[in-house]
Structure formats: C-alpha cells, structure tokens
C-alpha cells in the first residue's frame, strides 16, 4: 500500500503525542504514521495501544538518542516528514538529573537532525523537521508583557536550556543544509493522560487521596494553559499550513496563579466527590530553585497567519480534566 507521507512522530506515548497520534492514525489515513517512544516512566502506552490495528500505524519503541537505531527507522520506512514531541519534559527532573535532558531533549535532537539531513535531499519542499518546544525557552516575564516569537531565548532551568538548545540546532541544520523545519513554542499544557507528577494531575491525585497539596514557595508563579486538544489542533494545522523556516507561539491566553489553580481545582472536586474544603490539604513547601514567575504567549501569529485558535475554554477543559481523572483514579476504568 502507498501513502502520501510517512511521518515519523517522536514520543507518541507521552502526554501531547497521544493526543497528536490518535488525531492523525484516525484523521489522516492516506499517512503512515511511524511512532518512536522508549517508554520511559513518564509515557502511557496503555492510551495508544488500541491504535495497534490500524493499517496506517507502527510503533516502534527505541531511543531517539541511538543512531543505529534512527537511521534504521529513516531508511526502513522511508520518512519524509518528522514531528519531534519526544523529551524529558518535567523541570523538577532537570533540576535533579540535567544529563538526561541532554541526552534525550538535545543529543536526541540532534540525531533525528542528521538523519533527516542525511536521508532528505537538499531540494526538499516536500519533507519537514517540525519541532515542538516550550514556551519556557523565552525565560521569566515581570508582571506585565507577552513571549512573541522574536523574544530572546533566556531559559533558566536545565529542562528550558536543553530544549533552547534543541531549538538552535534546529536553525542551525536550516542555515547550514537548508534543512526544512518549522518550531513551534507552545504554553502550559493541561487535559487527559498526563503523568501525574504535573501540577494538575498531582493536585487531582493527592485531593483524591486526602493527602497534601503542595505548592512551591508563596504560589504566586503565574502560568499560561491551554487545553491539549487545542495545542494538538495547532500542531495539525502549523504541520499542513505552517511556513519553512518559521516559529510559531501557541497559547489560549488564559494566564492563572498556582495558587488560585489549585483552589479551583479544590473546588470542583469538592463538589464532584461531596468532600468537605479540601482546600485544607494545601501546603506551601520551598521554592523551586530558580523558579520562573511568570510565562505568557502572545499566539497573535498563528491566529493571524494560519486561521488558528484555541476553542476550549479554561473552565470547561478544567473539568474534562477533572473528570477524566476521577474515572480513572476513583473508579480505576
Ligand atoms: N506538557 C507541556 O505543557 C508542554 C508545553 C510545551 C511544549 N511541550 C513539549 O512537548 C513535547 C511533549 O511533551 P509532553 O508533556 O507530552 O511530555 P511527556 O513527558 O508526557 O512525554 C514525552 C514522551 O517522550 C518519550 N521519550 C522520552 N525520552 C525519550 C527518548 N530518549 N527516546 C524516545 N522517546 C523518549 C517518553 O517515553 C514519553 O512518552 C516535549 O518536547 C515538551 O518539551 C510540552
């Protein structure tokens, strides 16, 4: 059987790649879909695994950091576009273990880099490297002020810098070998299937299971969410529409306190699981070191550009959120 593209998709079994990877082996069956996942603690195979059947499909688990192994999957099924999802993506780890992330979020990169360097020709319109990335590569905003895509990269944590870092490579292999690649720097992401070592899941978790609710130093940091089946919307359409050679900023401008997250959290639980104020399970524990107060995304380009914009409001994909997670946390289906 042929089909129009073959796409490599990196991290198909973490948290945004599930969504992505359901989204195209359904949508797009004209494309065959190779997913590349090592499996480490943070990814969920258990939500792909029905995917298995489906013609258009593979999995494949392996390291993205193994040449060997890269270059096998580039001239074994004959990739003409990659979507980079897979990291070491949790700030806390980079803090206690940075090597990982290199190895993983930059040398990795590095690697899917070269085969596609390698395997595409130099005259390539129809081949892609598109690179999901974080806005937390742009570094800490004051009280005021937006990212937009020319904002300087000034990440602060080892997880930011290593994915800085992937990034400048990224532009780099597009310089020097004219390889086509588009990045996108997306805001926090929230919505099923993430690990629950994320500031939702463990507020979620840990209500559940009456224990405490910590909140680093006074929960003042500010983040910017978005519901991941918009982020996942954004990346489908970035991937079909998006400029060579471009970055996009991708955000649902829906800035919120730590601290007033979880109270919100706190609240539908309460009234979902009848609990009595489990806001009494807050508890402020030591700052992250280094910790970043406050993120947002100006998403202006890609809504302007690209006809893109985020349709779940914060409210509602909260409590799909919640939802999902009383299930399989309480009802364990
Ligand atoms: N979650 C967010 O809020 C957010 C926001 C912006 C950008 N991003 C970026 O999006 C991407 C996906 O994030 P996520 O939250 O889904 O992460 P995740 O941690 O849930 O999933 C990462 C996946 O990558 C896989 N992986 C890790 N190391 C690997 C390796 N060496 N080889 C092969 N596979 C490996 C893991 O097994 C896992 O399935 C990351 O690149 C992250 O930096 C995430």
Request: glycine share 6%; hydrophobic share 35%.
């Amino acid at each position: 059987m042929k089909f129009d593209k073959y796409i490599l998709i990196t991290g198909g079994a973490g948290f945004i790649g599930s969504h992505l990877l359901r989204k195209f082996v359904i949508n797009y069956k004209n494309y065959f879909i190779v997913n590349v996942d090592n499996l480490t603690y943070a990814s969920n195979y258990n939500s792909i695994e029905d995917l298995e059947s489906s013609l258009n499909y593979k999995f494949i688990k392996g390291d993205i950091s193994d040449r060997i192994f890269i270059q096998n999957i580039f001239s074994n099924y004959k990739i003409d576009y990659v979507i980079h999802l897979a990291a070491e993506s949790h700030v806390d780890n980079s803090i206690e273990n940075p090597l990982v992330f290199v190895k993983t979020n930059i040398l990795g990169t590095i690697n899917l880099l070269d085969q596609a360097r390698l395997n595409w020709p130099k005259d390539s319109s129809k081949h892609l490297f598109y690179a999901i990335s974080t806005d937390e590569v742009f570094g800490s905003l004051g009280k005021t002020g937006n990212f937009h895509e020319g904002s300087p990269y000034q990440p602060k944590s080892p997880y930011s810098a290593s994915k800085a870092s992937a990034d400048h490579f990224i532009r780099a292999y597009g310089n020097t070998y004219n390889l086509p690649y588009i990045i996108s720097n997306c805001s926090n992401n929230y919505g099923p299937n993430q690990h629950l070592e994320k500031l939702i899941p463990l507020t979620i978790n840990n209500i559940v299971n009456n224990k405490h609710v910590p909140i680093y130093g006074d929960g003042k940091a500010v983040r910017d969410w978005i519901f991941v089946m918009d982020h996942v919307d954004a990346i489908d359409t970035i991937f079909h529409h998006g400029n060579v050679g471009e970055n996009y900023n991708v955000g649902s401008n829906k800035e919120i306190k730590n601290i007033d997250l979880v109270k919100l959290i706190c609240s539908i639980l309460d009234k979902r699981l009848k609990l009595n104020n489990s806001e009494l399970l807050i508890k402020y524990v030591q700052d992250r070191p280094g910790h970043d107060l406050r993120y947002a995304i100006d998403a202006s380009k890609i809504m302007n550009e690209l006809n893109w914009k985020p349709r779940t409001k914060f409210n509602k994909g909260l409590e799909i959120t919640i939802d999902w997670y009383i299930k399989k946390l309480v009802t364990k289906i």
